[in-house]
Each structure stands twice: as structure tokens, then as C-alpha cells.
């Protein structure tokens, strides 16, 4: 996935972010039933320092510090949905948030690029191109948004082609946010979910005492 695609060399645009080449390099592979109890009981620290969720009738607690250790993610103080929604309580909508500037973003797009220009797929660089397929395959699953370019997506992808450093555990739990603010839809829809699994299986968590 990080190698040369179809002409364009994209390695520069992930190695440069401190654990996401090994992010997206993770197996595949997941406990389904892990990962439908998980969203059936996530609940997110409003400041995202932590998660609690339940497994097998037990409740635990995982905080971000002990997330981003078994991820290999490093803390860092851009967090990509603050920039696009500031702080509007989730779910918050794809298509909603506010713009990238037009500098920040002008380097995904061909020339020339200014106010007005138009925001879609099919004018961005064949390296930006490449990078919003990778992530919404990953980071930012928009299964169903395949020709649109979210404001998110564009804050995404931006940060990528700058590489400019963000926190990758914190879009990953913002994300998580949406998904069970929006009601989560079971087998049809597991966003992270190998990543979840492996949380589940290295964080160890302690379980919470009863009486809480």
C-alpha cells in the first residue's frame, strides 16, 4: 500500500507521521461478536482521554495514553475534526464543517486553484487521489461517499500532502463518536474494526469495579 501506485510514489506521504504506515499495515483480520459488542456499549470521554466498553458482560476502561501504546501512535495537538467542526457535538456530517483555506488545500488540485475553484475527486493530483482511496479505506471509511470530497476529507488529505503532523488516535476516536452517535447499523457497517480487535486483545485493560 505505501509503495509506488500506479506511477506515484506516496511512501513520503505516510512514513513522515509517526506510527501510520504501521497503522495501515495491520492484518485485516477481527472478532466480529468483539467488535459489535464494542459499539453497542462504546462511550467516549468527552475530552477523549478515555473509552469505556463492555465485553462478555464485563465493563472496561482504555485510556488514550494506553490506546496510542499498542496502536504505536504518538500524541500530537492537531486533531484534523476540530479544524473542520470546531466543537460541534457529534454526529457531525460529512458534508458539514468548514472549508480548508484555499492555500492549505491548493496543492491537491491541479493548477490552477483559487476561491471558487471547484472541490471534487476527479481534480485532484493523482497522489492526492490516491491518498483519499487509502483513506477511506482506512482512517476515514466513507463507503458511502465514493465520488464526494467532504470538507473532512479535504482537511485529511491536506495534512497528508503537507505532511503536517496530527493525532491519529484522536480522529480515530472522533470518527468512533459519529458512528454511534449516528446508531450503529451492527455487521454492515465496523468501522476500525481489526484495529478495535487488537485494542481489545493488547490493552488489557482492568475491569471496572462493580460499583461503578
Not at 63 to 88: D, K, M, P, Q, S
Not at 153 to 170: E, N, P, S, T, Y
Request: contains cysteine; proline residues 8%.
Amino acid at each position: 500500500m505505501l509503495g509506488n501506485v500506479v506511477g506515484a510514489d506516496i511512501r513520503q506521504y505516510f512514513t513522515y507521521q509517526t506510527g501510520l504506515p504501521g497503522l495501515l499495515a495491520l492484518p485485516g483480520t477481527y472478532v466480529e461478536e468483539w467488535v459489535c459488542e464494542f459499539y453497542d456499549s462504546v462511550w467516549v470521554a468527552p475530552d477523549h482521554s478515555y473509552i469505556y466498553y463492555a465485553l462478555a458482560g464485563t465493563d472496561y476502561r482504555v485510556t488514550a495514553r494506553r490506546a496510542r501504546e499498542v496502536l504505536g501512535l504518538t500524541t500530537y495537538a492537531t486533531r484534523i475534526h476540530e479544524l473542520c467542526y470546531g466543537n460541534f457535538e457529534p454526529p457531525r456530517r460529512p458534508h458539514g464543517g468548514a472549508l480548508p483555506p484555499v492555500d492549505f488545500v491548493a496543492p491537491c488540485f491541479g493548477a490552477p486553484f483559487g476561491e471558487g475553484s471547484s472541490r471534487i475527486v476527479g481534480d485532484l493530483t493523482c497522489p492526492a487521489r490516491i491518498l483519499d482511496f487509502v483513506m477511506r479505506k482506512t482512517l476515514l471509511p466513507r463507503p458511502g461517499y465514493r465520488d464526494g470530497f467532504t470538507r473532512i476529507q479535504q482537511w485529511l488529505v491536506a495534512h497528508l500532502i503537507a505532511q503536517r503532523l496530527f493525532d491519529l488516535w484522536d480522529l480515530i476516536v472522533s470518527e468512533i463518536e459519529d458512528t454511534i452517535a449516528e446508531g450503529f447499523r451492527g455487521r454492515h457497517q465496523l468501522p476500525y474494526a481489526h484495529w478495535i480487535t487488537l485494542l481489545i486483545l493488547r490493552a488489557r485493560p482492568e475491569p471496572l469495579p462493580a460499583h461503578l
